[in-house]
């Protein structure tokens, strides 16, 4: 209805209708706020990419209006990013890369307690296309979503990638019995060693200066063990890997060797090699294949110092850290024969032919899960 | 028929009856000034009763909702950012409101295995460049890239910049930003990457000392890792292709991605040669790391030390391979396959599952080769197709070597001189013509009068005596006599 605009109009107005709009703006105002969720430090934002089309290493900003531009030329100085033994002084970025058949709640925990800053470790995944894999996915991605978006701030972490294998599962089980025995060992890790690739190549960053494999059955580990490791200044380092258990004897909690693709070489292994058809290889913990290396497993010393290091020629991927400078030479891991070696082991010798010496720490422990 | 007869009389005044075509009653309800000044009428009660009513209904629900909205943020959010953003209207908190930012990303590698027709799936190729000292050829390799015929959002570029003394890395910025600013989106490509790393090399790009034998196995070793350091900067898990391209090509087809996708093989080269000048012999085969391998090649591998490695195209290793630049026929099928063992770096496609499952350039001596020779060989290890197309063919640019130039020189002083001696010669010949004349307008005149006198002394002759005749055409005679003694 028309009616004249002016004073007479306030005056009019009912003290309710006021209220109301005062109410309005309030919860406008609260919307407005919420928008800008969730709270990132502004360390974190500085980081995040313009564009989706961006090293994964970073978050992005989801663009939420308007017509997407054109991706921005961006600009990476390698020559800027340090490796040093002080990573947390000079901030510097850790990948930590888990290939994943099963998803252990212990291990996710584990990780969330790592006394590194968060907002500097990306974490990367990969899962096999099967049954297990989208069973394991699922209960990650639960995992994640809690940690990134509920969870508190210093818990999450700088950006995850999540991917999935495009590698035929060459083993039905992952059976503990069926994944060791001997025929199986080549191919099962020589799509292991794809994945480990596959994982790295697609995730590793321009601004990573350490990568942290870390096997998704491995759950408990000192919270400083990127410090401990990082402080060693080596290129490839591997500490020991247990697994604890009822000691039935002794009734009670103990821990036995692990991880035996930590090694020395021995004169007996080289000569073996030297027998064998290119195409084959060696393998560690198989008594109809004994090889007489040195095990790091069997070094630790109860007294022994928790830094004391040894150079070693065969590495497992149970933990390992590694400088970033190691793989964008390219050392990777064969899923081929490469000295008759495979996988970690291959490339611990892959690491050494370009010069870089991989060092174990046969007293600074890591666990793995108990089956 | 019926169109014309229904015409008019069978069309029905709709609007004549009811009266309301333009909105407004007509007749009797017609009013001058429906805008004068009324009275508010009080509402009835019971109406007003209804409207508070409703008014606290709202209020309720607001606040309601407004308890819910805080309950269920929880304490997730820091109070001091919040109060912050009440006062600024959530508009300064840093960086705007109008993004979030997104930390997980999820990829199924399955998605991205690479098919004979990428363009149709979408498939996002990686442009991998390495670059040194390379400002010089840099506009020939934007047109050539701007010309590409693949959909440019689905190519992402990147580049690696070492060790360059010349503006490589001012220009490549330029070019790719003015690409990035143009108006025609079809123009504008995917990521963009410049990666800076220095390798301090100590040999010269030039190049006499490029392809001296003794220094190439530290520079291939060098430019392995420098391959290297460029992919896994640049890989990422959307990419289902990667195309290695020198900078220096100077002619290849605008379709090649397509071209050489259409195999879908899991590595693909084209067939490298460049154009010659024509002293010495108009091209020539200019990429040797393309070959297949040979027996003798592994017998001489086996007897090298184990850092060796051999390189191809020298003397110094003769490997008697077949290579796939010798093998060209210009008028051949340029969809020919040939499988290769080797392949040289200047214009690889390879599935970005190559990459993935490990297959790099390596910056040792892998099975006797380096970089991508090595790559080849490695690929070949894994089982993966390494294929050569012998009569696709790409042109390289032409750098003249050292050699080349020299002779250029020397061909150049030549042909001064023969210039030279040409212009002297023409010289004489003018000063010749000038003092002597020429003769031949002269004797055509002459050969014309005779003629002319001789038809006239024939029509004499019909009327004169026979004899006349015989001296008319002794005098003739006697001037062509004479006219050829003179040419002689």
New interface residues.
């Given amino acids: 209805m028309?009616?004249?605009m002016g004073s007479v109009r306030l005056k009019k107005t009912?003290p309710?209708?006021l209220?109301?709009g005062a109410?309005?703006c309030?919860?406008i105002?609260?919307f407005?706020?919420?928008?800008?969720?969730?709270?990132?430090s502004?360390s974190?934002?500085a980081t995040?990419a313009s564009?989706?089309?961006?090293?994964?290493t970073s978050?992005?900003?989801?663009?939420?209006?308007g017509k997407l531009k054109?991706?921005?030329?961006?600009?990476?100085?390698?020559?800027n990013v340090t490796t040093t033994p002080q990573p947390l002084e000079n901030r510097e970025n850790i990948l930590l890369l888990t290939p994943m058949a099963r998803f252990y709640p212990a291990y996710w925990d584990n990780i969330l307690q790592l006394q590194y800053p968060h907002e500097l470790i990306t974490l990367g995944f990969i899962l096999p296309?099967t049954k297990e894999g989208n069973e394991a996915t699922r209960e990650l991605q639960k995992r994640?979503?809690k940690t990134?978006t509920?969870g508190?701030?210093k818990d999450?972490?700088?950006?995850?990638?999540?991917?999935?294998?495009?590698i035929d599962p060459p083993l039905v089980s992952q059976d503990e019995k069926e994944r060791h025995k001997m025929k199986n060992q080549k191919i099962r890790r020589a799509a292991m060693?794809?994945a480990r690739?596959?994982l790295l190549?697609?995730?590793?960053?321009?601004a990573t200066s350490w990568i942290l494999w870390l096997d998704a059955d491995v759950v408990e580990t000192p919270p400083t063990i990127i410090q401990d490791l990082a402080r060693h200044d080596q290129a490839v380092m591997a500490p020991n890997c247990f697994q604890r258990f009822w000691n039935e004897e002794k009734k009670e909690m103990d821990e036995r060797p692990y991880d035996f693709n930590n090694w020395q070489d021995s004169a007996t292994a080289l000569d073996m090699a030297k027998k064998m058809d290119p195409d084959d290889i060696l393998l560690e913990g198989y008594s109809e294949m004994a090889t007489f290396r040195t095990l790091m497993a069997y070094m630790t010393k109860d007294d022994g110092l928790l830094h004391e290091e040894m150079p070693l020629d065969g590495v497992g991927g149970a933990a390992l850290l590694v400088k970033a400078d190691v793989?964008?030479?390219?050392a990777?891991?064969?899923?081929?024969a490469f000295y008759n070696l495979i996988e970690t082991e291959g490339f611990a010798k892959?690491s050494k032919?370009?010069g870089w010496q991989p060092v174990g720490l046969p007293n600074y422990k890591v666990y793995h899960y108990n089956e | 028929m019926l169109p014309f007869a229904s015409s008019g009389s069978k069309v029905t005044p709709r609007h004549h009856v009811s009266g309301y075509s333009n909105g407004y009653p007509r007749g009797k309800t017609f009013d001058i000034s429906p805008h004068r000044y009324q009275p508010r009428g009080t509402a009835p009660t019971h109406r007003r009763r209804t409207q508070s009513l409703v008014r606290i209904g709202i209020v309720a629900a607001i606040l309601f909702l407004l308890l819910l909205y805080t309950f269920t943020r929880g304490s997730s959010s820091s109070s001091s950012s919040s109060v912050l953003s009440v006062f600024s209207l959530g508009l300064l908190s840093s960086g705007g409101a109008d993004f979030q930012l997104e930390t997980v990303r999820y990829h199924d590698l399955s998605n991205v295995q690479g098919t004979a027709r990428g363009w149709e799936r979408e498939e996002r190729i990686l442009v991998c460049v390495p670059l040194r000292d390379a400002e010089a050829h840099l506009p020939m390799f934007f047109s050539h890239l701007r010309n590409l015929t693949y959909p440019h959002h689905l190519l992402d570029l990147a580049f690696l910049v070492s060790d360059s003394k010349d503006n490589t890395l001012g220009t490549l910025t330029k070019n790719l930003e003015d690409i990035q600013a143009a108006e025609d989106e079809a123009m504008h490509f995917g990521e963009i990457s410049i990666i800076e790393k220095d390798f301090g090399q100590v040999v010269n790009q030039d190049v006499e000392s490029r392809h001296g034998f003794a220094a190439q196995a530290g520079r291939r070793k060098l430019m392995a890792r420098a391959r290297n350091w460029l992919l896994t900067a640049a890989l990422r898990p959307y990419h289902s292709w990667v195309y290695w391209r020198d900078v220096d090509v100077e002619t290849a087809p605008f379709t090649i991605l397509e071209d050489l996708m259409r195999h879908n093989k899991d590595v693909i080269v084209p067939n490298v040669w460049r154009p010659l000048p024509e002293w010495l012999g108009g091209e020539q085969p200019y990429d040797l790391n393309s070959w297949q391998e040979s027996d003798t090649a592994l017998t001489l591998a086996d007897t090298l030390d184990e850092d060796a490695v051999i390189v191809e195209g020298y003397a110094e290793y003769a490997t008697y391979r077949p290579h796939l630049a010798y093998l060209r026929d210009p008028y051949g099928d340029p969809d020919v396959e040939m499988e290769l063992d080797g392949v040289g770096g200047v214009s690889i496609l390879a599935k970005a599952k190559v990459f993935r499952y490990g297959v790099h350039f390596p910056a040792f001596s892998f099975e006797k080769h380096a970089e991508t020779e090595g790559f080849g060989k490695m690929a070949r290890r894994m089982d993966l197709s390494v294929i050569g197309l012998p009569h696709y063919t790409i042109w390289h640019a032409y750098e003249p070597s050292v050699d080349d130039i020299k002779h250029m020189e020397q061909m150049k002083r030549e042909q001064l001189a023969q210039e030279q001696a040409e212009k002297e010669k023409a010289e004489k010949a003018m000063k010749l013509k000038e003092s002597f004349g020429d003769a031949t307008g002269q004797w055509e005149k002459d050969k014309l009068e005779m003629q002319n006198i001789a038809v006239q002394d024939k029509k004499k002759d019909t009327a004169a005596a026979p004899a006349a005749v015989g001296n008319v055409v002794d005098k003739v005679a006697a001037r062509q006599e004479q006219q050829e003694d003179g040419k002689t």
């Fill in positions: 028309a009616r004249p009912n309710v209708t209220a109301i109410a309005l309030i919860f105002l609260y407005l706020i919420g928008s800008s969720t969730p709270d990132f502004a974190r934002k995040a564009h989706p089309l961006s090293p994964p978050p992005f900003r989801k663009s939420t209006g054109p991706p921005p030329v961006a600009h990476y100085d390698l020559n296309k994640i979503t990134q509920s508190p701030e999450r972490f700088k950006s995850i990638i999540i991917l999935r294998e495009d060693a794809k690739n596959s190549f697609s995730t590793l960053g321009p793989h964008r030479d390219g990777m891991f064969p899923p081929f892959m032919r370009l």
